[in-house]
Every structure is written in structure tokens, then in C-alpha cells.
């Protein structure tokens, strides 16, 4: 299990404004400012989930470096 954390600062890629969540060991998190914990998960989808039902109206995608199975931009 890890602790995962939604980027509360909004992303652009490809022209499109998402969310990202972080797995705890990333090396990307110290760089984020204003982040939120979603909480113990065994993966990436579960926290993806958890951060779609906080909030439903944000694009919420996986890093590409820590949570590349949840990657989808
Ligand atoms: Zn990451």
C-alpha cells in the first residue's frame, strides 16, 4: 500500500487542463505546492477513483513517472 496525493494545481498537456496524483516516493511531489492526500491505496486506480469522487468536475490523470499505468495523456 501507498499514500496518494492529488496536484491541487492544474496541469496543461496537449492543451488540456487535468489533475495529477503522486504516489508518496515520487521524486515529482517536492516539487508540488498545494497538494491534498487521498489516502492508502494498493495502486494507482483506487487513488484515481477516490480523487474522481472528491471532485467529479476535474480531469484527473496519473503522473507519467510514478503512476504510468494511470497515464492517459
Ligand atoms: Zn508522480
Not at 22 to 31: A, G, I, Y
Not at 50 to 59: L, M, S
Request: aromatic letters at 12%; proline letters at 4%.
Amino acid at each position: 500500500m501507498s499514500v496518494y496525493y492529488l496536484n491541487l494545481t492544474p496541469k496543461y498537456e496537449e492543451g488540456i487542463m487535468h489533475y495529477e496524483v503522486h504516489e508518496e516516493n515520487c521524486e515529482w511531489l517536492s516539487e508540488v505546492k498545494d497538494c491534498e492526500e487521498l489516502g492508502d491505496f494498493r495502486n494507482c486506480h483506487g487513488a484515481i477513483k477516490e480523487a474522481k469522487q472528491r471532485y467529479p468536475k476535474w480531469k484527473i490523470d496519473g503522473c507519467k513517472y510514478c503512476s504510468p499505468e494511470c497515464h492517459n495523456l
